[in-house]
């Protein structure tokens, strides 16, 4: 498993995004998400991203149910070329295409003319206005 941070202008974290090259039983993400609100008691978190192959969780720290999920080979497959580029990939390439999604939330450098996949989601979560990758 390898982590995406995300950050305020401030440089205090707002979400984490742990990242899984596999498709992710229901238990073992539901597990994943309690020990975040753990860990969060010790280094404070308001969001938790759970990323694998097939799906992008992302919970509100407290909460019981994920805010929204999303389908991670629509959302990856942009960044990748291609749903069938995502199959049998590790977690550097998994994590570098959500640094690429990130990126394109943030400053729209491949969807220029649309909408980035989740962009809405992540804007009624108050997230996007306020973030920077590190």
Known sequence: MLTVELKDTTGHRVAEMAIYPMDLPDQMIGEQYRLAQYLSQIDPLRYYFLVSRDRIFCWKIGEPQPRFVLPAR????RY????????????EYLSKLVEAW??????H????????P??????????????TKH
């Open 74 to 77: 629509e959302v990856l497959g």
């Open 80 to 91: 990748a070329g291609s749903t069938e580029a995502l199959e049998g990939i590790g977690s």
């Open 102 to 107: 990130v990126a394109d939330l943030t400053t």
């Open 109 to 116: 450098w491949k969807s220029r003319d649309g909408v980035v």
């Open 118 to 131: 989740g962009e809405e989601e992540m804007r009624q979560l108050g997230i996007l206005g306020d973030m």
